[in-house]
């Protein structure tokens, strides 16, 4: 049984609810096997989630583990939100970039003990402007406003953050955080199109970035590829350790879901943008999410990729106090058996 929850209110009600039990002191309740709530973002980079909802996988696993999983989605954007809601109990699977995930399993460790389950696939966010004087990250002044969903802290942030270090010195890698805006894909997308407005750059992903870039006055000062050095993983799911341990079968059968749905959305990549489109209410044509699927740039895979980059590069600036050894210190065993970095 696949239920969604019909709105952020429900989602923020229970959140308020769970954080103040947990302020008062209250025992929050053992959640019996078999039940999952799970948070995904906006955009063509939680592809892989689309699938698994559509096809019911987490229930198909179930059944093989011996278990009937009742599954609630639900839609955020920013990892701040997310974040929050999973500390609280408020959600068992949330999912951002590989850098939030980073800093939660940082400061988490020893308590709560966040670690990723698995990738959501490989691909490139641009930084996009619509200043014509805007070419390079040199460019940006004080003038200049980078809408990105989660300022100084997403994924967004924190690769441009790495790059601003390289360029400017790693004592100013927040340099761009006083400029950076708070805005969610769609919306930064509108306003960066339509212009007139405070936002005139946006640190973008699939497929808003390619939705923006048809408009001629809008273009690409850099990929995430180009600061990570190649492919990188874009976004992750992850949990607490408390989840995992105690739901083993659930999170056996979530896993090969997801194993499942990659396969499925690289043998089938028609039929995947279909399922984009279906789940995700998108208005965008069915040839264009295509294309965005087919883009040889972009992989749908569930190994983590260059995701240890991300890790070296941010204890180096101080945002991780814990330094990983490999990308396994921060990966539940499950993703183990696919090849990572």
Do not use: C
């Amino acid at each position: 049984m696949t239920t969604r929850l019909s709105s952020k209110g429900r989602l923020r009600r229970l959140f308020t609810t769970t954080l103040a039990l947990s302020l008062l002191g209250a025992p929050l309740m053992a959640r019996a096997e078999g039940s999952i709530r799970i948070a995904q973002q906006f955009g063509i980079g939680y592809l892989i989630l689309d699938v698994v909802q559509d096809q019911k996988l987490i229930e198909k696993y179930g059944k093989q583990e011996g278990v009937d999983i009742k599954v609630e989605w639900t839609s955020l954007s920013g990892a701040t939100g997310m974040n929050e809601a999973l500390l609280a109990g408020a959600l068992d699977v949330v999912s951002a970039g590989a850098p939030p995930a980073l800093v939660l399993w940082d400061r988490t460790r020893g308590r709560q003990n966040v670690k990723a389950i698995a990738s959501l696939g490989s691909m490139p966010n641009y930084l996009l402007s619509n200043n014509p004087n805007v070419r390079t990250i040199k460019d940006f002044s004080d003038k200049d406003r980078i809408a990105v969903p989660a300022a100084g802290v997403g994924f967004q942030s924190r690769t441009l953050q790495i790059e601003t270090a390289r360029v400017f010195g790693k004592e100013d890698f927040k340099r761009f955080d006083s400029i950076s805006v708070s805005l969610s894909h769609p919306d930064a997308t509108a306003a960066l199109i339509a212009g007139g407005s405070e936002i005139n750059a946006h640190f973008s992903s699939p497929p808003f970035q390619y939705q923006a870039l048809e408009n001629k006055k809008v273009h690409k000062v850099i990929s995430s590829y180009d600061i990570m050095g190649g492919p990188a993983t874009f976004n992750v799911l992850y949990t607490t350790q408390k989840f995992h341990d105690e739901n083993p079968k659930t999170s056996r059968a979530f896993y090969k879901a997801l194993v499942e749905a990659a396969e499925f959305v690289r043998n089938n990549k028609a039929k995947a943008a279909d399922t984009f489109i279906r789940v995700q209410k998108s208005k965008l044509a069915p040839e264009f999410v295509r294309r965005i699927v087919e883009d040889p740039e972009i992989n749908f895979t569930v190994s983590p990729e260059r995701t240890f980059v991300y890790a070296e590069q941010l204890h180096a600036l101080g945002v991780l106090k814990n330094r990983a050894n490999s990308w396994k210190d921060y990966f539940f065993e499950e993703a183990y058996a696919q090849p990572g970095s």
